[in-house]
């Protein structure tokens, strides 16, 4: 211990559960937090707190939720007749905020992984299917990653969806191959979101 | 709001406290330890709440501790004759660190600058000239940062031991000038550290 307080070496051990947050910058935001900012840090122990125990999953969508119905889910001002499905809320977000998609979402929580354990059932793809029969989703717009795995999971998704009577999109070639949504830029992604292609 | 969550919102909006994370690496934050690392989360959240509530300042150090006298100074192993003086606990820290330093800390918290309000009594002078007098300290290594102001603050801490009749010592040469002791390599501070003079 470097410092005559345990408890400043244990929340400096703790802070690096924070992805990319190394034993150099844990030591710099704990006394930073403790010089400059205790309000601050005060807040985010408490956030963190109730976003751990109170945050779950929606029960239409999947995406993260401290209620049973998501905010998104609940909002009857978005278009119920478009479906956007994602592999996690970190897609689920990116899509929100570079595309200005005013429809709804579907969160897999995951991508098919046969040697993961992750098959359709782990993907909520009973939960997808039962929600196109309802007969409002008029397109599914399919935003998994344009990884293997990914498009595994988007030629499924497309079954699913001709299964049921629905069209079912894919974003725009403009996805770099074997890149990730949540890292690529807010242009490129709002322009394959809008150049998106019926799959066949 | 990206999500269907307003506490998920409300913890990227805190986690923003942290040095160094902007928006897109709070996002990051989030969705990481909600979806990977909840055990993780909720440690964090407890020891940042612990450290907030429960760290103040040592009474004979003003290090940061959660006793009334911090296990540094409570360390009867240490040698009493040396007392090393930094400007702040991420010095002292960086001190303990690199140099193998087995003596005492006085930790200023701030350095010498009037315009800031910052004068002899802010940083503790008058309860460093007592411990001086006590007569256990034989060597007083000042290691304040080689600014303007840490400079001026060591010539006051050499007047401060000349008055005690105690040695006071500088870091050596080695120390980039206009630098900050947290950000030197451990090497170098060790160097510079072995290497301190005496203050004229
Ligand atoms: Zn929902
Ligand atoms: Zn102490």
Known sequence: MSTGSALLAELIE???????????????????????????????????????????NCRRCRGFSETE???LCANSGRDASLLCVVESPVDQAAVEVATGFRGHYFVL??????????????????????RLREGEV???I?????????????????????????????????????????FIDRGTLAHAFGSRQTLT
């Open 14 to 56: 703790a802070l690096r559960c924070l992805p990319g947050v190394g034993a150099k910058s844990a030591q710099r935001m704990a006394f930073h937090v403790l010089e400059r900012d205790r309000a601050g840090a005060r807040r985010l122990a408490e956030r963190l707190g109730a976003a751990v125990e109170r945050i779950g």
């Open 69 to 71: 119905i998501c905010s």
């Open 109 to 130: 929580l995951g991508r098919l992984s046969p040697l993961d354990g992750l098959g359709p059932r782990e993907l909520g793809l009973d939960l997808l299917a039962e």
């Open 138 to 140: 008029k397109e599914l």
């Open 142 to 182: 399919v935003a998994t990653n344009p990884t293997v795995e990914g498009e595994a999971t988007a030629h499924l998704l497309s079954q699913l969806a001709r299964e049921a009577g629905v069209r079912a999109t894919r974003l725009a070639h403009g996805v770099p191959l074997g890149g990730e949504l949540e």
